[in-house]
């Protein structure tokens, strides 16, 4: 993953994390390390501040706090708890135990982070010509069908319709 420079870091507003202290410091250094800015938050008064500065482009937290956050603020909000997954364990005894995958996390975090004109100019490109060529031509094998199914139907006027 591509480390930001700090000019675009700059130019972000911050991502605000609400987690208990530990893990909230993780995720603040995973992405600091990355070049986001993130502040971390334990308690509710302390989100309820942060998320009432409009500081904050979004915000990220375990499943049972979305609500509250959403509540406070209508920012994007990313589940924590979706990047965890299982992992088997190699001995019996061990029981299984859960694995952050961090590179999701970072994507979806780049995902809701890049800017509104990046995802606008992302969309409303100009399709090469390769491209406009495959449309051209997978429009016009749709009008074939459709003209050879209405022309097969007129053909046989004793067919009945399945319409």
């Not at 706090?65 to 190699?90: G, M, S, Y």
């Not at 995802?119 to 009008?143: D, F, G, H, M, Y």
């Amino acid at each position: 993953m591509p480390v930001m420079s700090s000019v675009q870091s700059n130019q972000q507003k911050p991502i605000l994390v609400f987690l208990g202290k530990g893990a909230a410091c993780n995720i603040v250094s995973k992405l600091n390390e990355n070049g986001y800015a993130a502040t971390a938050v334990s308690s509710v008064p302390e989100l309820f501040d942060a998320l009432r500065s409009d500081r904050y482009c979004l915000a990220v937290t375990m499943r049972a706090d979305i609500d509250l956050v959403r509540n406070i603020k209508p920012i994007p909000v990313i589940n924590l708890e979706v990047f965890f997954h299982a992992i088997q364990p190699t001995a019996k005894s061990v029981p299984s135990s859960k694995e952050f995958d961090s590179d999701a996390f970072l994507r979806r975090i780049a995902a809701l982070t890049e800017s509104k004109t990046a995802r606008i100019a992302a969309v409303q490109r100009t399709p090469t010509l390769n491209e406009t060529v495959i449309a051209a031509a997978a429009k016009a094998s749709r009008w074939r069908a459709a003209t050879s199914l209405l022309l097969s139907r007129r053909a046989s006027p004793r067919a009945e319709r399945a319409d």
